[in-house]
């Protein structure tokens, strides 16, 4: 039978996670053009950069959570062979697209902190006719696509940890208990 503790523990490592990512969404850094005090360059400011440790935050709950459920799981690496039937079936599957939805999560958490993390500074000058100045930010949505994915994430694990516990519990033995005796001729 599942652990409820070992299923508890994950879902609030994943709803912290999940929490996180959209904490990171909605406070995103944002910038703004500013030009120097003697007018030569126009540089960017950017306001707060809290979402890139909310972001890398979440990312490292989302691994705690994929970790304890791999380990209560042995990640069918390791232990005795899996009861046949559709229990095994299932877990299978769901292992498969709980590592794919994880993977999909993790990137998105990883790339949107990086994204976020990455500054420019001076990029204009007006005394030689550069490039307009671009501030670069990151992109509505990645962070909440990493929200999305953890969400997912946690009900497929919750799933197939479930699947999995029902294919190692033991098959009763459905035939005769005792020994057949014949005579011996």
């Avoid at 946690?154 to 035939?175: H, L």
Wanted: aromatic residues 14%.
């Amino acid at each position: 039978m599942a652990s409820k503790l070992l299923m508890i523990t994950v879902f609030v490592l994943d709803l912290i996670a999940f929490g996180l990512a959209v904490a990171a969404e909605r406070r995103r850094s944002t910038a703004t053009i500013k030009e120097d005090s003697e007018n030569n360059y126009s540089y960017c400011v950017y306001d707060s950069d809290i979402s890139t440790g909310y972001g890398v935050g979440a990312f490292l709950f989302l691994m705690l959570s994929q970790i304890i459920v791999m380990m209560a799981s042995r990640c069918f690496c390791c232990g005795k062979a899996l009861s046949p039937g559709g229990s095994r079936a299932c877990a299978v599957l769901l292992f498969i697209i709980c590592w794919v939805t994880f993977f999909i999560a993790e990137a998105c958490l990883f790339a949107g902190s990086v994204r976020n993390a990455y500054h420019t500074k001076y990029r204009s000058s007006i005394l030689m006719s550069d490039k307009r100045l671009s501030c670069e930010i990151l992109r509505k949505g990645v962070f909440a696509a990493g929200a999305a994915f953890i969400f997912f994430t946690s009900i497929i694990s919750q799933f197939y940890y479930v699947s999995y516990s029902k294919s190692r519990a033991p098959v009763p033995y459905g035939g005769e208990s005792g020994v057949g005796m014949a005579a011996y001729k």
